[in-house]
């Protein structure tokens, strides 16, 4: 079994910055890629981000590219999303997951992953 724990959420107005992690327990964290997703009540749970085992490959969505950067320190069991020139558009509860196979690089498919966090909110004021 794994655990995953979101903090960093909270209030900041449009144009700032908050930074997001998500700490790993459980299972050994390096071997497996991440993601990052977000949902907003009522909407279907969003692609953010992710980041292969090694850290070396990322990817982005669109609507978050030049703006969001994921990273992980392995030694730490902990991945993070930088999050700069926020809008109120990202609004959203931010949910890290980590995927279902081990040694894979980035992974894209919602379904592929096996373990998820609580989720932590991010709320940006206009």
């Known amino acids: 079994q794994v655990q995953l724990v979101e903090s960093g959420g909270g209030l900041v107005q449009a144009g700032g910055s908050l930074r997001l992690s998500c700490a790993a327990s459980?299972?050994?964290?390096?071997?497996?890629?991440m993601g990052w997703f977000r949902q907003v009540p009522g909407k279907d749970r969003e692609f953010v981000g992710a980041?292969?085992?090694?850290?070396?490959?990322?990817y982005y969505a669109d609507s978050v590219k030049g703006r969001f950067t994921i990273s992980r320190d392995n030694a730490k069991n902990t991945m993070y999303l930088q999050m700069n020139s926020l809008k109120p558009e990202d609004t959203a509860v931010y949910y890290c997951?980590?995927?279902?196979?081990?040694?894979?690089?980035?992974?894209?498919?919602?379904?592929?992953?096996?373990?998820w966090g609580q989720g932590t909110q991010v709320t940006v004021s206009s």
């Open positions: 980041i292969s085992w090694s850290g070396g490959s990322t």
């Open positions: 997951a980590a995927d279902s196979q081990m040694f894979r690089t980035v992974v894209l498919n919602m379904g592929s992953y096996r373990y």
């Open positions: 459980g299972r050994t964290f390096s071997n497996y890629a």
